[in-house]
């Protein structure tokens, strides 16, 4: 059984920083990237930052470039996302989602469609 679960959320300041982890199990034997996505209050879920398998290949909103890094140890079947300068329209839930699809060792997807895997969210609150 496949799971995802994000942890690391919490109430910041603006211009913060807060570490998102994405641990997963149940996919020990299989190759898949990883995404960030992120719902806030009367929005649709939109895509923050996504990793490959090999983890070189890497992409991110633009409402993100230059703020989060996204980063990922196999050994430890975990993928964090690091967000600095955070800004009160940052707050929202952050989910971690995982495509196992074939190409997933050197690319990536923007389209949370392409994920088969979600975790539950974790909450990230950026006070003004």
């Known amino acids: 059984q496949v799971q995802l679960v994000e942890s690391g959320g919490g109430l910041v300041q603006a211009g913060g920083s807060l570490r998102l982890s994405c641990a997963a199990s149940?996919?020990?034997?299989?190759?898949?990237?990883v995404g960030w996505f992120r719902q806030a209050p009367g929005k649709e879920r939109e895509f923050v930052a996504a990793?490959?398998?090999?983890?070189?290949?890497?992409d991110y909103a633009d409402s993100v470039k230059g703020r989060f890094t996204i980063s990922r140890d196999n050994a430890k079947s975990t993928v964090y996302l690091q967000m600095n300068s955070l800004k009160p329209e940052d707050t929202a839930i952050y989910f971690c989602?995982?495509?196992?699809?074939?190409?997933?060792?050197?690319?990536?997807?923007?389209?949370?469609?392409?994920?088969?895997?979600w975790g539950q969210g974790t909450q990230v609150t950026v006070s003004s």
């Open positions: 149940g996919l020990t034997f299989t190759k898949y990237a």
């Open positions: 989602a995982a495509d196992t699809g074939p190409f997933t060792y050197y690319s990536v997807s923007e389209h949370s469609l392409t994920y088969e895997y």
């Open positions: 990793i490959s398998w090999s983890g070189s290949s890497t």
